[in-house]
C-alpha cells in the first residue's frame, strides 16, 4: 500500500512540476524588429513587428501581460488593435491592417503583429494564463530605421510643397504651347487672304505698271468716234 501512495505522490509531484513550468516566453527584439515566441510545449514562433517609430519609443523591460483584449480600438491614436495583450499601462502586443510596414519602426509605441500572428499569440496566452507567460523588450530601432519610418509619414502639406514647382513648370509650358498656336493661326489668315486675290492679281498688277506714260500733251483718256459723231 504504501508503495502505491509513493508512485502516487511521485506522479502527482511530475504533474504539478510540469503545470509550474508551462508557460510562454516572448522575446521582442527591437533593434532587429522581431519577436520570437517559445513554449513549454516545443512551440517556436519567429515573426516580424512593428515597434514605436522615431517620438515613440516602445518600453524595454521584462512584463507579465496585464490584461487581454480580442477587440480593441484606440480612442487616442484612433486605430483597431485586435488581440491586444497589454503589458504595461496602455502598451500592447496586437494585430494591425498595416502589414506593409512590418519590419520596421510605425507604432506610436505598441508591439503590432500581422494579425495572424497577434491571434496566435492571444490564443498562446489564454491557453498558458498570465501567470505563466513572460515578455521581454530588449534593444532600440537603429536610426536609419527610424529615419525611414518618419519619412514615409510625409505629410500633405509637405507632399503639396514639393510638387508645387512641377505645376509651376507646366502652367508655363501650357502658356508657351498657347503663343506657338496662336502665331501659327496668324500665318494661316495671312496666307488664306493671299490666296483669296487669286493667282492672276499679281499678274494683272505688273502690266498696269508697265503701260507706258501719256505723252505731255495729252489731255487725258480720249475715246475713239467715227466720223460724224461731234466732237473728236
Known amino acids: 500500500m504504501r508503495r502505491v501512495l509513493g508512485i502516487l505522490t511521485i506522479f502527482l509531484l511530475a504533474v504539478l512540476g510540469s503545470a509550474a513550468q508551462a508557460g510562454v516566453n516572448v522575446r521582442v527584439d527591437i533593434a532587429a524588429q522581431r519577436m520570437t515566441v517559445t513554449t513549454t510545449e516545443g512551440e517556436v514562433y519567429d515573426w516580424k513587428i512593428s515597434s514605436g517609430r522615431q517620438g515613440f519609443r516602445s518600453p524595454n523591460g521584462v512584463y507579465r501581460p496585464t490584461r487581454l483584449e480580442k477587440n480593441w480600438y484606440s480612442r487616442k491614436y484612433g486605430g483597431a488593435m485586435p488581440h491586444a495583450v497589454f503589458f504595461r499601462g496602455g502598451y500592447a502586443i496586437h494585430g494591425t491592417t498595416a502589414v ?10 505598441c508591439i503590432r503583429l500581422h494579425p495572424a500572428n497577434a491571434a496566435k499569440l492571444f490564443a498562446l496566452v489564454k491557453k498558458y494564463g498570465a501567470g505563466q507567460t513572460r515578455i521581454a523588450l530588449n534593444g532600440a530601432a537603429t ?23 512641377a505645376k509651376h513648370k507646366l502652367a508655363k509650358h501650357s502658356g508657351t504651347k498657347q503663343q506657338i498656336a496662336k502665331a501659327k493661326s496668324q500665318r494661316g489668315q495671312a496666307t488664306l487672304a493671299q490666296q483669296r486675290r487669286g493667282g492672276g492679281w499679281e499678274t494683272a498688277r505688273g502690266q498696269i505698271l508697265l503701260r507706258p506714260a501719256l505723252p505731255a500733251n495729252a489731255y487725258g483718256y480720249q475715246p475713239y468716234y467715227p466720223s460724224g459723231y461731234g466732237w473728236r
Not at 506593409?100 to 509605441?109: D, E, F, K, T, V
Not at 536610426?143 to 507632399?159: E, G, M, Q, V, Y
Open 100 to 109: 506593409g510596414a512590418l519590419g520596421r519602426p510605425a507604432s506610436h509605441g
Open 143 to 165: 536610426d536609419n530605421l527610424s529615419r525611414f519610418a518618419k519619412a514615409s509619414s510625409t505629410s500633405k502639406a509637405k507632399l503639396a510643397r514639393a510638387t508645387a514647382p
